[in-house]
């Protein structure tokens, strides 16, 4: 059974940083494309940030030079590192893995940034 749960989400003041992390069981995540993705209230869920399989990194716009993506393969767990947070990036953060049609997904970690 697979199973992704995500931690580390909160209440932040703008301008400040969380480290959200995304542990695997079930499934290797070296071997998935790794994502974040968030919903904000009364929108859609949208991309945030992948780590392909083979390393590469990709970012939404809104979110570049801002935050990383990146894998513990010791740990089996995907980190979102994320600095200079800004309202507008207040959302459910969930953690997702797709390989080959395949498509897992967690249930979520809350990131309020207010002050």
């Known amino acids: 059974q697979v199973q992704m749960e995500e931690s580390g989400g909160g209440l932040v003041q703008p301008g400040g940083s969380l480290r959200l992390s995304c542990a695997a069981s079930?499934?290797?995540?070296?071997?998935?494309?790794m994502g974040w993705y968030r919903q904000a209230p009364g929108k859609q869920r949208e991309f945030v940030a992948s780590i392909r399989s083979g390393g590469d990194t990709i970012y939404a716009n809104s979110v570049k030079g801002r935050f990383t993506i990146s894998r513990d393969n010791a740990k089996n767990t995907v980190i979102l590192q994320m600095v200079n947070l800004k309202p507008e990036d207040t959302a459910l953060y969930f953690c997702?893995?797709?390989?080959?049609?395949?498509?897992?997904w967690g249930t979520g970690t809350l990131v309020t940034v207010s002050s």
């Open positions: 079930g499934i290797n995540v070296n071997i998935f494309d």
């Open positions: 997702n893995a797709w390989r080959g049609g395949i498509n897992y």
